[in-house]
Nanobody, 127 residues
Framework: QVQLVESGGGLVQAGGSLRLSCAASGRTFSSYAMGWFRQAPGKEREFVAA????????YYAVSVKGRFTISRDNANNTVYLQMNSVKPEDTAAYYCAARWTYDSGSYYYTEPDFALWGQGTQVTVSS
């Protein structure tokens, strides 16, 4: 079973950039579709970005499309979230999630789709 550990969070000024990483243990990382979610204080957790296990298909929330990029390195068991042009409303705890799948091209974007979750990393954007 894959275990997930996020890193890369921190304090960044509005308009700046940050790259989050999610390191996965386990030998079958390449068979997992991955996603990033976030949860701001007092709000429900929401979808941010998703990627198929092949890396060939990605999907983004409207609020981050064009600013964030999800990618993965299956050789190093890591998925990334490059965050550019960040805004104060991007402030949240960011979580990566994994779902095992047969289909190399499938991605998922709802919480019930994912069985495995990391512990989260905090991103704070100052105005």
């Amino acid at each position: 079973q894959v275990q997930l550990v996020e890193s890369g969070g921190g304090l960044v000024q509005a308009g700046g950039s940050l790259r989050l990483s999610c390191a996965a243990s386990g030998r079958t990382f390449s068979s997992y579709a991955m996603g990033w979610f976030r949860q701001a204080p007092g709000k429900e957790r929401e979808f941010v970005a998703a990627i198929s296990w092949s890396g060939g298909n990605t999907y983004y929330a409207v609020s981050v499309k064009g600013r964030f990029t999800i990618s993965r390195d299956n050789a190093n068991n890591t998925v990334y979230l490059q965050m550019n042009s960040v805004k104060p409303e991007d402030t949240a705890a960011y979580y990566c999630a994994a779902r095992w799948t047969y289909d190399s091209g499938s991605y998922y974007y709802t919480e019930p789709d994912f069985a495995l979750w990391g512990q989260g990393t905090q991103v704070t954007v100052s105005s």
